[in-house]
C-alpha cells in the first residue's frame, strides 16, 4: 500500500521509555514517518508496564505508544551495539530519545556528537527537569513533574490533599510538545536543508500547561487554591450538578449565559438575585448556587438535562466512564479509535491522531512489533551485508524475534 501522509519517507530513530518519547514518536508514526525503535534485549519497560493474567498478559501503555513501529533489539553496553546504533541514527532524519541526562553523551548518541558528523540531522532529547539546573541528573517521571511544576498543589477540594490527575497528562502532553517541536524542525529542514537540537522536558511542559494560572498570578499575587472541579474566578464554571443518574458540569459564567441558564431551570427571578447579580457573587456564593442547581436539575437524567439546558444555548457536559464514551455516537463519529493487533491473537481499540486531513479515509489496523522483530530487515536496508548481520547475531550484540 502506498503511504501517502505527511510524513512518508521520513525515517526516525527512536530511544525511547514509557510514554514522552515513544509518545512523540507515535505521532511521527501516525503521520506516515517509519520509526525505527532500538530496544535493548529486555525491551522498553513499558513492555511490562501493568501486564498481569487480568490485562490478558498485555500492557495498555505498550499497546498505546507503540503501534506500526519496526523494533530493533541492540546491545548498547557493547561497543559494536553502540557502533549499530550510531549508523542507524546517522541514516536517519530524526533521533528521538528520553534517557536519563548523560546516557546518550556517554554512548556517543548525544545531539553534538552526531549534528558534527550529520548536520541535517534533527535530534530531540526529552529530560525530567532539563538539562541546566540542579536537578538534571534526576530521574523525571510524570508525578514529579505534576508535583514540582504547581500542578498539584492546585488539584483537589478546597481543604484537601493535593491531587494528581487521573493520566499521565504531562508526559503526553510532553510527547505532543516534542512532536511539534520535531515538526516544525522537519520544515524548517526542508526549506533550509538545516537540522535542529531539540530539547524539552516534563518540568517545562508541566509549567507550560499552565500558563494561565501562572498569568492570574502574576496579576494578583495570590497562590492558587484547590478549588474542586470549581473554577475559582468564575461561576458557574465547570461546577459538578448532581442528576438523576449520576452527574453533569454547567459553564454559565457570562452574564447572558446566566440568564440563560435561570430560565432553563424555571427560575428567572435568579437572574436578578443580588446573590448571583455577578460572576463575582456567584464565586462568593457557590454553595447556595449549586445547591440550587442540584434541587432544580436533580430529577432529570443527564441527557435530560444536557438536552433542556442546551436549548437554552447553556454549555454543559454529561460526565461519563469510558464505556459510556466509547458508545458515545459523538466519539465514533470523529474517528479517533484504531484497531491494534496486540500480537497474541487478540485486538485493541486505542486513541489515534485527534485530527484528520479532510479526506475521511479511515485509519488501518496496525501492529505492535515484537521485541527485535526488525532487527535484520533494518540492518539490510541500511547496509549491513548477510555476513555482517550473522556476526552480529553470534556475537550477541543484536537480536531478534522476541528471542532476546
Not at 513533574?145 to 497528562?169: I, N, R, Y
Not at 484528520?356 to 515484537?370: I, S, V
Request: net charge negative; proline share 4%; with cysteine.
Amino acid at each position: 500500500m502506498t503511504n501517502d501522509k505527511p510524513l512518508a519517507g521520513i525515517r526516525v530513530i527512536e530511544f525511547g521509555q514509557f510514554i514522552a518519547g515513544p509518545g512523540a514518536t507515535q505521532i511521527l508514526a501516525d503521520l506516515g514517518a517509519e520509526v525505527i525503535k532500538i530496544e535493548s534485549f529486555n525491551g522498553d519497560n513499558s513492555r511490562r508496564f501493568g501486564v498481569s493474567e487480568k490485562s490478558g498478559h498485555r500492557s495498555g501503555m505498550f499497546m498505546a505508544y507503540n503501534r506500526g513501529k519496526k523494533s530493533v533489539a541492540v546491545d548498547l553496553r557493547n561497543a559494536e551495539g553502540v557502533a549499530v546504533a550510531r549508523e542507524l541514527a546517522l541514516g536517519a532524519d530524526v533521533v528521538v530519545q528520553n534517557s536519563r541526562v548523560g546516557v546518550m553523551e556517554g554512548l556517543g548518541l548525544d545531539a553534538a556528537t552526531l549534528r558534527a558528523e550529520k548536520p541535517s540531522l534533527i535530534h530531540a532529547s526529552i529530560s525530567g527537569f532539563g538539562t541546566r539546573g540542579p536537578s538534571r541528573e534526576r530521574p523525571g517521571l510524570d508525578i514529579a513533574a505534576q508535583a514540582e511544576s504547581g500542578m498539584m498543589s492546585l488539584t483537589g477540594e478546597p481543604g484537601g490533599v493535593p491531587l494528581k490527575t487521573g493520566f499521565a497528562v504531562v508526559d503526553a502532553a510532553t510527547a505532543t510538545a516534542a512532536a511539534n517541536a520535531i515538526l516544525a524542525a522537519l520544515f524548517r529542514c526542508a526549506r533550509h536543508g538545516e537540522g535542529a537540537t531539540i530539547e524539552t522536558s516534563l518540568l517545562a511542559v508541566a509549567v507550560g500547561l499552565q500558563a494561565q494560572i501562572w498569568a492570574e498570578y502574576g496579576c494578583s499575587g495570590e497562590l492558587p487554591r484547590r478549588a474542586g472541579n470549581a473554577q475559582p474566578l468564575v461561576a458557574p464554571a465547570a461546577d459538578l450538578i448532581q442528576v438523576r443518574d449520576g452527574h453533569i458540569v454547567i459553564s454559565a459564567y457570562m452574564e447572558d449565559h446566566w440568564q440563560r441558564l435561570c430560565r432553563a431551570i424555571e427560575q428567572p427571578e435568579l437572574g436578578t438575585d443580588p446573590r448571583f447579580a455577578t460572576s463575582n457573587d456567584r464565586v462568593a456564593n457557590r454553595p447556595a448556587m449549586v445547591a440550587i442547581l442540584n434541587q432544580a436539575l436533580g430529577g432529570f437524567g443527564g441527557e435530560e438535562a444536557r438536552a433542556r439546558l442546551e436549548a437554552f444555548g447553556v454549555v454543559c457536559g454529561v460526565v461519563r466512564n469510558y464505556t459510556q464514551v466509547r458508545a458515545s455516537a459523538d466519539v465514533q463519529a470523529t474517528g479517533i479509535f484504531q484497531r491494534v493487533l496486540d500480537g497474541k491473537g487478540g485486538e485493541v481499540d486505542v486513541p489515534a491522531l485527534p485530527f484528520t486531513f479532510g479526506d475521511g479515509a479511515a485509519e488501518a489496523t496496525t501492529t505492535l512489533p515484537e521485541l527485535g522483530q526488525h532487527t535484520l530487515d533494518v540492518l539490510a536496508q541500511a547496509g549491513f551485508s548477510a555476513e555482517r548481520r550473522q556476526a552480529l547475531l553470534d556475537g550477541k550484540v543484536i537480536a531478534t524475534g522476541g528471542a532476546a
